[in-house]
T-cell receptor, first 116, second 112 residues
Framework: DAGVTQSPTHLIKTRGQQVTLRCSPKSGHDTVSWYQQALGQGPQFIFQYYEEEERQRGNFPDRFSGHQFPNYSSELNVNALLLGDSALYLC???????????????FGPGTRLTVL | GDSVTQMEGPVTLSEEAFLTINCTYTATGYPSLFWYVQYPGEGLQLLLKATKADDKGSNKGFEATYRKETTSFHLEKGSVQVSDSAVYFCALTTGTASKLTFGTGTRLQVTL
């Protein structure tokens, strides 16, 4: 059973460019959350997708957008990249549908984005 | 808003030493509390959790007790191993499959 997978592993971009990161959730999961982890910091919540809609959003500008596909996979898009966007981007999946108890979020290995 | 405060690292211990990493939180409602571990070059792994006051989470020799009166969730292990060297994150959530709020992490280095 594959866990959460992310691609690419590493990415180098220049300021002003746009980037797309991809995530495939753990089998059976229907919810995908994205986090940004700057060097030496804890992960910061960007947004969460469920049923192909943004369910929750953290304090990130509109340059950060996402999408969830019918197969539950997800993309994170960042436009007009800034140096400060350099970070490890983590995807986490969980099962939300029909369950009122907390469901563990399983994390992928992350995509390391470097903006020059 | 919700927040988590962890003791700053790095924490350096000799093998078989006792470990405590302090964590306190601020949250509206009744949060669920977690400890995640991040090994070098890897993503986050859930280490243990507690979903209500006085619950004790435990896993791989690590323990943490949900203390509502002191808003704390300190991580402890009686005897650390070199393989425990990693970064440990305290986190909380206040909803079903809701966003996680993390502390800044504490790096643990265990030496022989």
């Amino acid at each position: 059973d594959a866990g959460v997978t992310q691609s690419p592993t590493h990415l180098i971009k220049t300021r002003g460019q746009q980037v797309t990161l991809r995530c495939s959730p753990k089998s059976g999961h229907d919810t995908v959350s994205w986090y940004q982890q700057a060097l030496g910091q804890g992960p910061q919540f960007i947004f969460q997708y469920y049923e192909e809609e943004e369910r929750q959003r953290g304090n990130f500008p509109d340059r950060f957008s996402g999408h969830q596909f019918p197969n539950y996979s997800s993309e994170l898009n960042v436009n007009a990249l800034l140096l400060g966007d350099s970070a490890l981007y983590l995807c986490a999946s969980s099962l939300l549908g029909g369950n009122r108890n907390y469901n563990e979020q399983f994390f992928g290995p992350g995509t390391r984005l470097t903006v020059l | 808003g919700d927040s988590v405060t962890q003791m700053e690292g790095p924490v350096t211990l000799s093998e078989e030493a006792f470990l405590t990493i302090n964590c306190t939180y601020t949250a509206t409602g009744y949060p669920s509390l977690f400890w995640y571990v991040q090994y070098p070059g890897e993503g986050l792994q859930l280490l243990l959790k507690a979903t209500k006051a006085d619950d004790k989470g435990s896993n791989k020799g690590f323990e943490a007790t949900y203390r509502k009166e002191t808003t704390s969730f300190h991580l402890e292990k009686g005897s650390v191993q070199v393989s425990d060297s990693a970064v440990y994150f305290c986190a909380l959530t206040t909803g079903t499959a809701s966003k996680l709020t993390f502390g800044t992490g504490t790096r643990l280095q265990v030496t022989l």
